[in-house]
């Protein structure tokens, strides 16, 4: 089974995010990248489909030059090989730009099954696989937390708010993952070592054979028009239980109207 | 004024809270028009929508629709705004509204604002991104607005509207039929309110120490009429399930009062719940950075301070 597996690199949550002044899109230089943390479950998923059936994983991430540290994670992690998007034409690409291009590759390269995590940390549109479905034309089996496969059936396990869907497609399809579906692994230093060696593919725009009307933030079907960070939310009041936290909260509540 | 599409939620027949906050949030901006998707649709549902402003009630309410994954929602809503070219379609910013919003999009050629949180003239959305540390004002630029809003961004206001009923066929197309939903589960919810849909949000963290000990964020939790959630320490901990989590990796709540006990105020926690209007904080460390967010906050035990609040609450009512 050929297997892609979407990595997208973010900026670290536990650093401060911002967006660059001049255009209004992330700043990807303020804080460090590091691999979105649902993608390690879609990569670990990825991993445990070819043990079990098969095949090869490649990883797909579309960024800046810094992201190809992303893709050396999933590599050590045990995906065998990767394709590098990457073009300055793509600054700024909305959620309709990115799943162009994203298709436009995949289309290029080749899947059996495609695999993202559900949402990112730093934008968390959680459009993506949806979109890709879309534009392939293939079944969407996302929001999994359990994905089976024999021969050519593909069934999920799709969360929903009342518990779960099951849910049936045959290859080619395109799933997203939740958390907690497996345990991603940790890249052993064998597995770090080997991915050093491991083959990166570039493609730029032109090579993705992209068109420049799709891309980009000129391109984009939608705009940020202000961005401002939040005021801080004004203090509040912190008292010590005195034996009576409990009353006082009620108290609080009740000034508030919600009792 | 042009019609707005706002794509119906609705359980078991009844229409959910956050629909009523749509076309609320539509009749503000133009004529509401419901989208009623799939089986269920009778007179409690019509005299809802028509309650809360609903003039036209476009209905395609065959079973075909629900059987497949997204794509015939999506498929549905494109057919009407190739038919009705609407000002702009809302959608409910669930997991599953995000990703129709998401198919409509690249079907109508459009532009999609995802967990937009109040919506002004022009359709400029109000994005709270970040973990809640940066607002943004953001607008589709190309096709019709496709804009997905976060529950509890606004309150619903009753209005009366016509309601008028017609019927849409779709044919679906084989694309839409890809994924097929072949059985739904259903796990015990209990008789408390939906997570993101709530108006109060109960939620323990490592602090609550054990799965029988969630019992006294649950009494809590009934107390208020509150949905109950959990920090992801509690979950991975196995004390109370998954689904109930709250922040980066788990739901996204916006309720009108979050009450966190336990719970340090991670900022992948706060990610899902910053946006509360009120948060209430009960933890024995004066520094936890819960505290810097909270509008009333107790620095003591849970074990104390959480019963007591419950029995207080049960002797006012
Ligand atoms: C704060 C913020 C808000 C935004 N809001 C909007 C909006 O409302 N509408 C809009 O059109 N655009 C929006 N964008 C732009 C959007 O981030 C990009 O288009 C992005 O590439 C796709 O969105 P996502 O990361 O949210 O994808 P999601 O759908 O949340 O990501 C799901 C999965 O897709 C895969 N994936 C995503 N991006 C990549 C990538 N570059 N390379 C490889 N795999 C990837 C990963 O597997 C990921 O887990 C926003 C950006 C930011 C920073
Ligand atoms: C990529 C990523 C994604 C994540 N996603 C999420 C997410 O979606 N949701 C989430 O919640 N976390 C998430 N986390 C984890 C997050 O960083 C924190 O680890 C987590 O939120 C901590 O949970 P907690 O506050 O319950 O536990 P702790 O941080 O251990 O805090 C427990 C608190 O309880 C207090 N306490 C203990 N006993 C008592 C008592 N008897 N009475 C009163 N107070 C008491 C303590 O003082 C302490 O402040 C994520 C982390 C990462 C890296």
Redesign the pocket.
Known sequence: MNIV??????PDTATERK?RSDDN??DRDAADGVV?E??EY?VEEALRLKEAHGGEVTV????PDK?ADTIRKALAMGADKAVH?VDDALHG???????YA?AQTLKKIGFDLV??????T???????????AERLGVAQLTLANKVEVEGSAVTIQRVTDYGYDKVQGSLPAVI?VVEKINEPRYPSFKGIMAAKKKPVQKLGAAEAELAADQIGLGA???E?TEAAAAPPRAAGTVVKDEGDGGVKTADFLSSKKFI | MSEILVLVEHVDGEVKKVTLELLTLARSLGTPAAVWAGPGYGEPAKARLAEYGAEKVYLADSAEIVDYVVGPKAELLATLVAEKSPAAVLIAATPEG?EIA?RL?IKTDS??????VGLSEGFV?D?S??GGG?N?K?RVTKGTPII?VRPNSTAPEAAPGAAAEEQVTVTLSDAAKAAKVVERVKQEKGARPELTEAAIVVSGGRGVGSAENFAIIEKLADSLGAAVGASRAATDAGWYPHQFQVGQTGKTVSPQLYIAAGISGAIQHRAGMQTAKTIVAINKDPEAPIFELADFGVVGDLFQVVPQLTEEIEKRK
Request: charged fraction near 10%; charge should be negative.
């Open positions: 597996v979407c990595v997208k690199q973010v967006l899109t992330l979105n649902l993608d879609a797909l991430t579309m960024g992201a998007l690409s909305d959620a309709l730009s990115t799943s994203m695999i993202l995590g559900s949402e990112s730093d934008a968390r549109t959680g459009v993506l696989a949806a979109m890709l997203s984009a079907w939608s940020v | 995000k998401g999009a532009g999609v604002i995802t967990d937009a959305a994005q991104i970040f940066v943004v953001s997905a």
